[in-house]
C-alpha cells in the first residue's frame, strides 16, 4: 500500500519500526497511524542498551501533528525487554519522549505555540485539555533545566514580584549579564535564597562579581553566607533606592495635602504623578503647572528636590567622590525636619556601603527591563498563578533562557 509508505516517510519511521496499517476516518475526522517492531530484530534494553529477550508487548497511542485538517495519532506496538540487570523495560520510541502521549514534534509545536498563547488559547486551538497543554510546559521546563549546563554567573540580580493579588511573594533570581532568569524561589526569605545558593556549583558562584537588590535584609544575609566578600559585591540598585525616596517624597505630599485640606486649600490635589515622574518625561501641559508648584514654599517641593538630587548621584565614578555626593544628600535629608524623609536618610545611610558599590561597579539592571515586561505581562494574562510552582514554571519557560524542545533528532534516527 502506498499510503504505508507515505506516512513512514512523513512521520520518519525506519526499522526495526515499520508502518503496518493507516486507517482513516473521514466522519471523525482523524488518521490513525499503526507502527510495528520488526519481529526479526532483536530489541534493546533501555537502561543500558544491551540486547535482550523479548517479553511481551504494549498497545500505545499518541498524538501527532495533523496531516491536513485530521487528527493524527500513532498507535504502536511497544515490546518490552527483560534485562538480566533492569528488569521489564518498555524499548525507546524513535518518535516520543518516555512518558509523553504526545510524538516529539506535536510537542514542539505546542512549545512553539506557548510562546505566543496563554495555556488556555492553546488547548482551545489544538483540541487538547489545558491539563495537556500544562504538562508539555512542565516537561519542556524540566528538559531545559536539566539540560542547562553549570554556568559561571558574574552579575545576577534578587528582586521579589508578587503572584497573586495577595501579599504572597516569589524571588526571581536574574542573570543580568544575560538578561534571563535563572530560578524562581519560594517567598522571599533568607532561607529562600539560601537554598538557591546550596542548590548551585560553587564554582558557578565563586565569580560572581556584584549582586544587586533592595535594601532588604533576608537578601543581604543569604548573600553574605554564602559569596566570598559580599560586602563588596552586594549592590543596591538604583531602581530600588529611587523607590524609597519617592516614597518618601509621596508620604510628604499626602501629610501636607491633609493639612492643606483642612484649612480649606486645594494646591496639593491631583498631584501625586507630578512629583514622582522625572521632569524629562513630563507632557508640556503638566510642566508649567509643575514648575509653579516646585517653585513655592511647599514641603513636598523641598522633597521633591532631595529625590532629583539623588537622580544625579549615580554618575560618580570613584568610590571617594560618589560618598561625599551621598553623604551631603543624606545630611540635608536629615536636617530637613521632614519626618519621611529623614526616615529614607536613616535608610540610605545604613545602606550606603551598597549603594556606593551599585556605582561602583556600574550596576544597572537595563537590560532586564524586556525580562520584566515579561513577567508582568504573564502575571495579567493568567490573572494570579494558583500556586508558586505553576508561576515558576511559567517564568522559565518565558524568560529562563531554557532549550525547550524535545531531541527531534531522534525522531529520525533508531535508539
Ligand atoms: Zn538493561
Redesign the pocket.
Known amino acids: 500500500m502506498r499510503d504505508r509508505d507515505l506516512y513512514a516517510k512523513l512521520l520518519g519511521i525506519e526499522a526495526p519500526w515499520f508502518v503496518r496499517d493507516v486507517e482513516a476516518r473521514l466522519e471523525a475526522r482523524e488518521v490513525e497511524v499503526f507502527i510495528s517492531f520488526d519481529e526479526r530484530v532483536e530489541a534493546t ?6 540486547a ?1 529477550g523479548r517479553h511481551d508487548t504494549r498497545t500505545r497511542t499518541w498524538r501527532h501533528l495533523d496531516t491536513m485538517q485530521y487528527r493524527t495519532l500513532l498507535t504502536a506496538d511497544v515490546p518490552r ?1 527483560k ?4 528488569g521489564v ?1 518498555q524499548v525507546k520510541v524513535p518518535w516520543a519522549e518516555p512518558g509523553s502521549r504526545f510524538t516529539a514534534l506535536f510537542e514542539a509545536v505546542v512549545i512553539d505555540w506557548l510562546h505566543e498563547a496563554s495555556t488556555s488559547a492553546v488547548a482551545r486551538m489544538l483540541g487538547m485539555s489545558w491539563d495537556e497543554v500544562d504538562g508539555v510546559m512542565s516537561r519542556a521546563v524540566a528538559r531545559g533545566m536539566q539540560r542547562r549546563k553549570s554556568q559561571p554567573l558574574h552579575s545576577i540580580g534578587l528582586d521579589e514580584t508578587s503572584f497573586q493579588r495577595r501579599h504572597e511573594y516569589v524571588t526571581v533570581v536574574y542573570d543580568t549579564e544575560r538578561a534571563r532568569v535563572v530560578d524562581v524561589l519560594d517567598g522571599r526569605s533568607q532561607q529562600a535564597v539560601e537554598t538557591f545558593f546550596w542548590d548551585t556549583p560553587f564554582e558557578d558562584l565563586e565569580t560572581i562579581v556584584s549582586v544587586s537588590m533592595d535594601m532588604w535584609g533576608p537578601y543581604i544575609g543569604a548573600v553574605r553566607e554564602h559569596i566570598p566578600d559580599a560586602d563588596d559585591k552586594i549592590a543596591f540598585d538604583r531602581f530600588h533606592v529611587a523607590k524609597h525616596i519617592g516614597d518618601g517624597v509621596n508620604k510628604v505630599r499626602v501629610d501636607e495635602h491633609t493639612e492643606l485640606r483642612a484649612q480649606g486649600i486645594d494646591t496639593l490635589k491631583g498631584t501625586r504623578y507630578l512629583w514622582l515622574q522625572n521632569p524629562e518625561n513630563m507632557k508640556p501641559s503638566n510642566r508649567s503647572r509643575f514648575e509653579e508648584l516646585r517653585d513655592t514654599e511647599l514641603r513636598v517641593a523641598r522633597a521633591w528636590a532631595m529625590k532629583e538630587t539623588a537622580r544625579h548621584l549615580w554618575s560618580y565614578k570613584t568610590r571617594g567622590w560618589a560618598r561625599r555626593g551621598w553623604d551631603q544628600l543624606i545630611g540635608w535629608m536629615t536636617r530637613s525636619r521632614l519626618e519621611p524623609m529623614v526616615k529614607v536618610a536613616r535608610t540610605l545611610r545604613e545602606h550606603l556601603w551598597g549603594i556606593i558599590n551599585a556605582i561602583v561597579l556600574g550596576v544597572t539592571n537595563a537590560h532586564l527591563e524586556a525580562v520584566n515586561a515579561k513577567i508582568q505581562k504573564l502575571k495579567k494574562r493568567a490573572c494570579g498563578y494558583r500556586n508558586r510552582a505553576r508561576f515558576r514554571e511559567a517564568i522559565l519557560f518565558h524568560c529562563g533562557g531554557l532549550d525547550l524542545y524535545p531531541q527531534l533528532a531522534t525522531a529520525h534516527t533508531k535508539s
Request: charged fraction near 30%.
Open positions: 534494553c533501555p537502561e543500558c542498551g544491551k535482550c525487554v534485562c538480566a540487570e533492569h523495560k
